[in-house]
């Protein structure tokens, strides 16, 4: 019932920006948090940051200062602005969302990835 919809990835120079947008639709009760997580080449899937709806967000330490995780707006679309890009960024990215929808649970939904490939 629910969809995220990922965009904004692409082949980017180091150094370079790029922002990625997920947005959530269907029929959404509530929002309670959301997060990007990316999948570098042979690697687990990571978090990258995150908010929640207490207005907290957090980053993992190697994009702290770089990348910037927005709440979602009132169309229920957030956003990841990458800065600075380097080529250990270089990854699938995820949006993930934890929400209710449709009177149903509360659970957790997935994003299709978008790719992210930073090189010179």
């Known amino acids: 019932q629910v969809q995220l919809m990922e965009s904004g990835g692409g082949l980017v120079q180091p150094g370079g920006s790029l922002r990625l947008s997920c947005a959530a639709s269907?029929?959404?009760?509530?929002?309670?948090?959301m997060a990007w997580y990316r999948q570098p080449p042979g690697k687990q899937r990571e978090l990258v940051a995150a908010?929640?709806?207490?207005?907290?967000?957090n980053y993992a330490d190697s994009v702290k200062g770089r990348f910037t995780i927005s709440s979602p707006n009132t169309k229920n679309t957030m956003y990841l602005q990458m800065n600075t890009l380097k080529a250990e960024d270089t990854a699938v990215y995820y949006c993930?969302?934890?929400?209710?929808?449709?009177?149903?649970?509360?659970?957790?939904?997935w994003g299709q990835g978008t790719q992210v490939t930073v090189s010179s």
């Open positions: 993930n969302a934890d929400l209710s929808a449709g009177s149903g649970p509360r659970g957790y939904v």
């Open positions: 269907g029929s959404i009760d509530n929002i309670y948090a």
């Open positions: 908010w929640s709806n207490s207005g907290m967000t």
